[in-house]
């Protein structure tokens, strides 16, 4: 599929937008003055596949953590910013590698100033994020509630504001829960600016809801070249959006996800617990480091399009009645007891992992 053309912005060593491959990124939901928890949750999300995150910074106290925290994290560290110009300066003093923020609620003009004139110093991108849910008193009135105008008319103005003080390294995002609305507020500004845009749809709900919403409203804008890089947000642990993310990319082509399952649905010909045996080993897949290869693992329940799903695979197993058959590239490994598949088939994915896990 044909992208979208946009200026690049880099967030330390990360491309975003310019043709670079569409970024992955998620938000912490530890208190940041918890430097422990925040790493450690960092880390987990790396270990997940994500690229970038972002830190809620609430006071200054928060703000002062982040020079340990940037110093320390794997991934480029993002400082989320609301109404309080002094914390954006504070954060981009710590050694942070970007800003989201809106600068109309930032207050005076010179105090977008301030911090432009810090981010200029530092050559650090900032994120203006509309969300429907808090657009403008005066926007509301003017188009009748939330509308996809009513964000581009937001998002022009703070673009405006960095503009006319020679600033130029943003970042877009219109994100709204109603799909439709953040599908036509992304389609319009994409036709009117060539700023990199961070897809996503906000307060999508649980992995339920929010899953379906987030491939929905992502995926189409993906489908049709919109979009440079993106969260899906999704209640809860954080680590559990990344999976979600990687495996819209994949379906798109738009990236090589390293780790793909496949399973069949179960029919009536279906003998074994195929669901806790596909649940078992997807959990487990959840868990592997990064790896340098794609890797390929099927999860098949019966005779008639298993064995074939299995050989297609790097590793698979075909189930029947109290026995099933091994995969390995294609091969029959081993003819094995029900109780024995999970171990065996768990077994040989270590082994792949131990010779293909990316290095570092």
Partial sequence: MHRKTTKPVLVGPVTIGGGAPIVVQSMTNTDTRDIGATLAQIHALTDAGCEIVRLAVPD????????????????????????DYRLAIRAVEQGIHGLRLNPGNIGARWKV???????????????????????EKELLEKYGGPTAAGMIESALGHIRLLEEEGYDKIKISLKASSVPLMIEAYRQI?????????????????VRSGVV??????????AEGIG??????LTGDPVREIPVALEIL????????????????????TQVDL???????????????????????????????????AREADFGIAAGKGMGLLFRKGEIAASLPENELLPALLGEIEDYVLMHKKPG
């Avoid at 919403?213 to 993906?222: E, R």
């Avoid at 868990?287 to 064995?307: F, S, T």
Wanted: glycine content about 8%; aromatic content about 2%; charged content about 20%.
């Fill in 250 to 269: 994949r379906v798109l082509g738009l990236r090589q996800r390293s780790v793909e399952l496949i399973s069949c649905p179960t029919c009536g010909r």
């Fill in 113 to 135: 100033q301030e911090v432009v004139r810090a981010v200029i110093e530092r050559q650090i991108p900032i994120r203006i994020g509309v969300n429907a849910g808090s657009l």
């Fill in 228 to 233: 440079d890089t993106l969260r899906v947000s």
């Fill in 190 to 206: 994409s036709e009117i600016i060539d700023y990199p845009l961070h897809l996503g749809v906000t307060e999508a709900g649980t």
């Fill in 275 to 309: 669901t806790l045996l596909a649940e078992n080993v997807e959990e487990h897949l959840a868990r592997l480091p990064g790896l340098d290869k794609p890797l390929k693992i099927a999860v098949m329940g019966c005779a008639v399009n298993g064995p074939g799903e």
């Fill in 60 to 83: 200054d106290q928060a703000a002062t953590a982040l020079k340990e925290i940037a110093a320390h994290s794997p991934l480029p560290v993002i400082a989320d910013i609301h109404f």
């Fill in 213 to 222: 919403k987030s491939a929905i409203g992502i995926g189409t804008l993906l």
